[in-house]
């Protein structure tokens, strides 16, 4: 009878019982760049409130080119809306919960609590994003004007439904903004007319641009079917573009607009947390913001035989 091989080494598996393992921090797959917050000019407010003044109609505002010897000059003034739109700060919040046991117990080599407050702030600003998009009251696609909103002629995004958001937003136009997906069919369709777009870096990472203006992704676009909309804006006040408004001085500030207060442990032993982010966005002009609907962005299946047999 042969003999019962005998180890003459410590196995791995054995080995590992004495090891300690490098533990990442959690991860968090709902984590974007969120490149809108970053590209927009934001306005400090007081007590929550923002007013929007307009001049109500400048047509009515007289000029005149007189001749060198005229005498007499257009009398003017320029009148303003006497009931201009203002905006309140919308707030979006929840209450995180940690175990007390939780938090004393397993905090090594991550603290429990701040982990969970980190993940919870990153989904509280993902949230941000989106409203600053879709909110029905301050949102970009609610604030385009039916005369600033166009639909794409074939489909699919082409280069000339670009031009025609930039005859819309032409006087200092920003950057445009679009689902990646809207972003890859517009790459498509260029690449298939033989005029592939530029590409520019901002904040260390690579866009895509079209006639120079940066082509911004974000997924917080709808997408409905297979249709999404892309965005033209201008940004600044001094341009009389957008702004993102937001409440500085905030209790418990962790960043612009953000607070993180303790609000006690309950007779349960947990741990609460109130996380609060107050924004909001005004359109300070409607030629600040143009928006082409009906883009379709799944055109691609359509044709993937041909790229791939």
């Known amino acids: 009878m042969a003999d019962t091989p005998v180890n003459t080494a410590l196995s791995d598996v054995a080995a590992r019982q004495l090891a300690n393992a490098t533990k990442t921090s959690p991860q968090l797959a709902r984590i974007t760049p969120r490149w809108l917050v970053h590209c927009l000019q934001w306005v400090p407010v007081e007590a929550g409130i923002y007013r929007r003044n307009r001049v109500k109609d400048s047509s009515a505002v007289a000029v005149d080119c007189s001749q060198r010897d005229e005498r007499i000059l257009p009398q003017t003034f320029v009148d303003y809306e006497e009931h201009p739109r203002e905006y309140f700060l919308s707030a979006v919040n929840t209450v995180l919960e940690v175990h007390t046991r939780v938090s004393d117990l397993y905090s090594v080599p991550h603290n429990q609590i701040a982990e969970q407050l980190r993940l919870t702030i990153e989904i509280v600003k993902e949230r941000q994003e989106s409203e600053l998009i879709n909110n029905q009251e301050y949102g970009l696609l609610a604030n385009a004007i039916p005369s600033q909103r166009l639909s794409t002629r074939t489909g699919a995004p082409t280069p000339d439904d670009l031009d025609q958001l930039i005859t819309k937003v032409w006087k200092e136009p920003g950057f445009f903004l679009a689902h990646p997906l809207a972003i890859a069919a517009f790459g498509r369709e260029c690449t298939r007319r033989g005029v592939p777009p530029a590409t520019i870096t901002m904040f260390g990472s690579p866009f895509l641009t079209w006639r120079g203006i940066p082509i911004i992704p974000s997924d917080k676009l709808p997408i409905e079917g297979n249709k999404s909309k892309i965005i033209l804006l201008r940004t600044g006040e001094s341009r009389q573009g957008v702004v993102g408004l937001y409440q500085p001085g905030l209790p418990g500030e962790q960043s612009m607009g953000l607070s993180v207060r303790f609000m006690g442990i309950n007779?349960?032993?947990?741990?609460?947390?109130?996380?609060?982010?107050?924004?909001?966005?005004?359109?300070?002009?409607?030629?600040?913001?143009?928006?082409?609907?009906?883009?379709?962005?799944?055109?691609?299946?359509?044709?993937?035989?041909?790229?791939?047999?």
């Open 267 to 309: 007779p349960k032993a947990i741990a609460q947390y109130l996380i609060s982010l107050y924004c909001s966005l005004s359109v300070l002009t409607d030629d600040a913001i143009a928006v082409l609907d009906d883009v379709e962005v799944d055109k691609y299946h359509a044709y993937s035989d041909t790229y791939h047999g």
